[in-house]
């Protein structure tokens, strides 16, 4: 399938530096994309539902439970300065 894009244009605003064969592989290689995806586009498709995934997707995530929270005195313990129970940090504002 011939190839409509200039794939050195597109290869100098992406600022690629391709030498001939880079850019006559890529564009022979672009052609058998578009035309595997002109196939597909050509493929009946009336009376299928639009899918987000081909597969069914399952909730992989775990239930939402309350557990035991970390104590501050845990955290704060390890920083380097704490003040009335929290992080102090440099002031990097006037």
Request: charged fraction near 25%; charge should be negative.
């Amino acid at each position: 399938m011939p190839v409509d894009i200039d794939i050195a244009r597109v290869a100098n605003l992406a600022r690629l530096s391709l030498t001939e064969d880079q850019l006559e592989t890529f564009g022979a290689q672009l052609g058998d994309i578009l035309e595997h995806a002109e196939r597909v586009q050509a493929l009946p498709t009336e009376g299928v539902p639009p899918t987000s995934h081909p597969l069914p997707m399952v909730n992989a995530f775990r239930a939402d439970e309350v557990g035991e929270c970390l104590k501050p005195e845990s955290f704060l313990s390890e920083a380097p300065d704490v003040a009335d129970g929290q992080f102090r940090v440099p002031r990097i504002l006037g």
